[in-house]
């Protein structure tokens, strides 16, 4: 699909990277192109400023900002781009990762960042998959699929959970 734009995922930290591997290998189930970096809102602000302002010319349709902790890099982010910024939480050790939560959804008025919930990495990727699908008949349709492919496990799971229930 080299006709639409592609993901890039940054992490505050390489500690992120297990859970932002599922992000990536969704992406790239749906054919999705990614550009994968560590970039810390706290240690590296000139990369992350350098970064999110060359974004949208460096073809990036999307940006995945994952972190922890003071999880600010979401939001720095999203103040050097207009592109659309997608806040993935990572659970952390002191406060399970509500502190990184609320570090991306209390953003302030003029710089949003739509943010999914903690380790939600699944629905980050999907997120990213509807804004790029805007712009790219072939992936609306991958993800049409997806989604009646969803609805057919869900209902062969009712059919055999009936089936067990009746043998009770």
Known sequence: MSDKLKAALV???DSDFPVLKRSIRLLKAFGVETE????????T????????????????GVIIAAA?????LAGVIASYTILPVIGLPVKSSTMDGLDSLLSMVQMPKG?????????????AALLAVQILSLSCK???????????DMAEEVVEKD???REEAEKL
């Not at 072939?138 to 009646?148: A, C, D, G, H, T």
């Open 111 to 123: 710089i949003p960042v739509a943010t999914v919930a903690i380790d939600g990495a699944e629905n």
């Open 159 to 161: 059919r055999l959970i």
């Open 138 to 148: 072939e992936l609306k349709e991958k993800l049409r699929e997806y989604r009646m």
């Open 11 to 13: 992490m505050g930290s």
């Open 36 to 43: 994968v970096h560590v970039i810390s809102a706290h240690r």
């Open 68 to 72: 922890g902790k003071a999880a600010h």
């Open 45 to 60: 602000p000139y990369q992350a400023e350098e970064f999110a302002s060359k974004a949208e010319s460096a073809g990036i």
